[in-house]
């Protein structure tokens, strides 16, 4: 996301908790690397987020905010808490800054084409200002709503892929114990009502049982565990999305925590 920013002609100073990370992406694309998050921010037009966890971009939005002049812009694209994206909004509109939650989605592929979705909250304003940048990466910007919506939204994207990408596995395990050719199989149904972007992008790996890449069970977790908290709050009933979220814990318990998702399969087919 950094270097698409970068090749669109933004001047950049970047930041991350590994310096020699830091310090490759500058030798590869350019501009300065910081040695602290305040060092990042200071005297930024927009300080731009995507780290771990509530924790995490709380830590960040602390040194960054205290560094930023007032007009200036902060989107955070990490998977947090709508409680934790209000409360950094409102510290952040307290010291004259606009602000922005971004989740996005499409993964790791989405983000080196450029073609991520990214799904908004926050004011009007801080979407004006924050637009531009998120075109130099994103497919689809929507402004959801105020402050933590975007968060919320997240939560819905996780919901739907949760429920799809077991879906999914029992399919291709279907494909398999029934002698079917896998590649005909997904030739004939992603061309129907059954084709989604996970059908056509992890179908051919899951079948080949390739995991070493994408979007890590770990963190799945984390953003369920987000998402039927929130469920309990609001009185949202989540069914499925609680049962996969056990599938994943069974996965983390075989020690596939930093594979794919769609190592669901692992537990049809160990």
């Known amino acids: ?30 501009g300065e690397a910081a040695a602290s998050v305040a060092g990042a921010a200071v005297e930024a037009d927009a300080v731009i987020a995507c780290v771990g966890n ?8 602390e040194a960054a905010f205290g560094a930023m002049r007032a007009g200036a812009l902060f989107v955070d694209h990490t998977t ?26 499409g993964g790791q592929a989405g983000a080196e084409n450029g073609k991520l979705a990214i799904m908004c909250g ?33 939560m819905v994207n996780q919901i739907c892929i949760a429920g799809i990408v077991q879906g999914l596995a029992e399919a291709v395990h279907f494909t398999h114990r029934a002698g079917l050719d896998a590649d005909k199989v997904l030739e004939a149904v992603s061309g129907g009502a059954a084709m989604s972007w996970q059908m056509v992008n992890r179908w051919p790996t899951m079948d080949k049982s390739e ?48 594979q794919d998702t769609s190592s669901l399969i692992r537990r049809l087919e160990p």
Request: charged residues 25%; hydrophobic residues 50%; glycine residues 8%.
């Open 1 to 30: 996301m950094a270097r698409h920013l970068a090749r669109a002609g933004h001047e950049m100073t970047v930041y991350n908790r590994s310096p020699r990370k830091a310090e490759a992406w500058v030798a590869a694309n350019g």
């Open 54 to 61: 509530d924790r995490d971009v709380a830590e960040v939005a």
């Open 80 to 105: 947090v808490s709508a409680r934790a994206a209000r409360l950094i909004a409102q510290e952040a509109d307290e010291r004259g800054l606009l602000c922005v939650d971004a989740p996005v989605s």
């Open 122 to 154: 926050g004011s009007d304003a801080a979407l004006a200002a924050a637009r531009p940048l998120m075109e130099a990466y994103a497919a689809r910007i929507v402004h959801v709503g105020p402050a933590g919506h975007g968060q919320l939204t997240k």
């Open 211 to 258: 995991f070493d890449f994408g979007f890590a069970v770990d963190w799945m977790r984390k953003d369920l565990g987000l998402t039927l908290e929130e469920g309990r709050a609001n009185g949202a009933k989540l069914p499925l999305t609680a049962l996969v979220d056990q599938f994943y814990a069974d996965l983390q318990a075989m020690g596939a925590g930093r």
